[in-house]
T-cell receptor, first 114, second 111 residues
Framework: AQSVTQLDSQVPVFEEAPVELRCNYS??????LFWYVQYPNQGLQLLLK??????LVKGINGFEAEFNKSQTSFHLRKPSVHISDTAEYFC????????????FGKGTTLSVSS | KAGVTQTPRYLIKTRGQQVTLSCSPI?????VSWYQQTPGQGLQFLFE???????NKGNFPGRFSGRQFSNSRSEMNVSTLELGDSALYLC??????????FGPGTRLLVL
């Protein structure tokens, strides 16, 4: 079985500061890893994904994540956040077969203040 | 290219009623997945349909059902609504996990 743990439920930061949102996963098979963002009253938007290859993945809006197989982690980072990055962020894992469900973490609320 | 469309966006029902939610996938996508999002349980997988066949199913009671039509549009139905069914229901279209796109969701409130 697969599972995802997001280690921080809330992360408050000041504008232009760097941020790291932590995600650990558990799986006995090869997985795909994802980060999604959800703004209030909206659906999920894919930020980035790791399928294979380079462990450093770059996504939209200046976010990046690093896949660490030995630590089973997939932490999301941004060097300088903006007020508009305030949202809820979800880490997810899935198998690599069609029809496989996404397993989500509980989410991290990122609050950026000036 | 139009995105995933979900209707209605908001819905209020009372306990014991049933409800049907609709999802129209991105043109050309033959797979539709449904997820329930609640504050307590987070995002949970309900089921996935591909070419009118349920291909995968999550751990939800039989009150939750779905179907997919030949044009790939999907509906999910919840019968005998309970207060705990209040949630944001998200639909995603795409053939594989790495190609899924989510709709804006239907927010269901059960009173």
């Amino acid at each position: 079985a697969q599972s995802v743990t997001q280690l921080d439920s809330q992360v408050p930061v000041f504008e232009e500061a760097p941020v790291e949102l932590r995600c650990n996963y558990s799986s006995s098979v090869s997985v795909y890893l994802f980060w999604y963002v959800q703004y209030p009253n909206q659906g999920l938007q894919l930020l980035l994904k790791y399928l294979s290859g380079s462990t450093l993945v770059k996504g939209i809006n200046g976010f990046e994540a690093e896949f660490n197989k030995s630590q089973t982690s997939f932490h999301l980072r941004k060097p300088s956040v903006h007020i508009s990055d305030t949202a809820e962020y979800f880490c997810a894992v899935s198998g690599n077969q069609a029809g496989t469900a996404l397993i989500f973490g509980k989410g991290t609320t990122l609050s950026v203040s000036s | 290219k139009a995105g995933v469309t979900q209707t209605p966006r908001y819905l209020i029902k009372t306990r014991g009623q049933q409800v049907t939610l609709s999802c129209s996938p991105i043109s050309g996508h033959r797979s539709v997945s449904w997820y329930q999002q609640t504050p307590g349980q987070g995002l949970q997988f309900l089921f996935e349909y591909f070419s009118e066949t349920q291909r995968n199913k999550g751990n939800f009671p039989g009150r939750f059902s779905g179907r997919q039509f030949s044009n790939s549009r999907s509906e999910m139905n919840v019968s005998t609504l309970e207060l705990g069914d209040s949630a944001l229901y998200l639909c995603a279209s795409g053939h594989t996990p790495e190609t899924q796109y989510f709709g804006p969701g239907t927010r269901l409130l059960v009173l």
